[in-house]
C-alpha cells in the first residue's frame, strides 16, 4: 500500500479530512472480518516497511477511524521486540496538566521535522481489533505517538502544531 503525502494535493485533502467513525458490529460478520483483518495486515506492513512507529487509515486513503501503532521494548537498551496496538475509533478521555515538547516527523510529509506540544499522559478509549472496548493509560513516547495518530484521523497534520519545522539533514559518510 502506498502511503499517501502532503507533495500530491489530491492525497493532501484527504489527509485533512477527518475520518468516519468505524462500525465495531462489522468485527462480528465473518466475511467483514476478513476484509478488516487483511486491511490491518496491510497498514501494519507498510508502516513497520516505512520504519514507522504509528499510520492512520487515511494515511493510505481509508476512510475510517483506525489506527496502528507500534513502540519498542527495550533490554539493555537494545530493541527486543515491538509491541502493536491497533485502536478502532480512538478518543482521549484525560490528559495531564502537563505537557513536553519534542521533536516530531512524519510518513505522510517526508523529511520534515518539527517540535511539538503534547499531553505527557492520556487516557485513551476506543475498541480493540475483536471490537471490545478498552480503556488505558499512555505516557511518555505512546502518547506521543497516540496523539500524532488520533490527529491524523482527525484530518490535522502534525506540521498544523509544530514550531521550528526544518527538513531532516543527510549526513553522508565518505
Not at 10 to 33: H, N, Q, S, V, Y
Not at 45 to 71: P, S, Y
Not at 107 to 116: A, D, E, N, Q, T
Not at 148 to 169: C, M, P, S, V
Request: with cysteine; hydrophobic share 40%; net charge positive.
Amino acid at each position: 500500500m502506498k502511503i499517501l503525502t502532503i507533495a500530491n494535493k489530491k492525497e493532501e485533502k484527504i489527509l485533512r479530512k477527518k475520518t468516519a467513525d468505524f462500525d465495531p458490529a462489522l468485527l462480528k460478520d465473518k466475511k467483514r472480518r476478513g476484509e478488516i483483518d487483511e486491511i490491518l495486515k496491510k497498514i501494519k506492513e507498510t508502516m513497520v516497511k516505512a520504519n514507522g512507529v504509528g499510520l492512520a487509515a487515511n494515511q493510505i486513503g481509508l476512510d475510517m477511524q483506525v489506527f496502528i501503532a507500534r513502540i519498542p521494548e527495550l533490554e539493555k537498551e537494545e530493541i527486543i521486540d515491538w509491541n502493536f496496538y491497533v485502536i478502532f475509533n480512538p478518543k482521549i478521555t484525560e490528559f495531564s496538566k502537563e505537557k513536553n515538547i519534542d521533536e516530531e516527523g512524519c510518513l505522510s510529509v517526508p523529511g520534515i521535522y518539527g517540535s511539538v506540544e503534547r499531553f505527557s499522559k492520556i487516557i485513551i478509549a476506543g475498541q480493540d481489533k475483536n471490537g471490545k472496548k478498552i480503556k488505558f493509560k499512555a505516557d511518555g513516547l505512546l502518547s506521543r505517538i497516540f496523539q500524532h495518530e488520533i490527529d491524523h484521523l482527525n484530518g490535522i497534520l502534525f506540521i498544523d502544531k509544530a514550531k521550528n519545522l526544518h527538513k531532516a539533514e543527510i549526513v553522508k559518510n565518505l
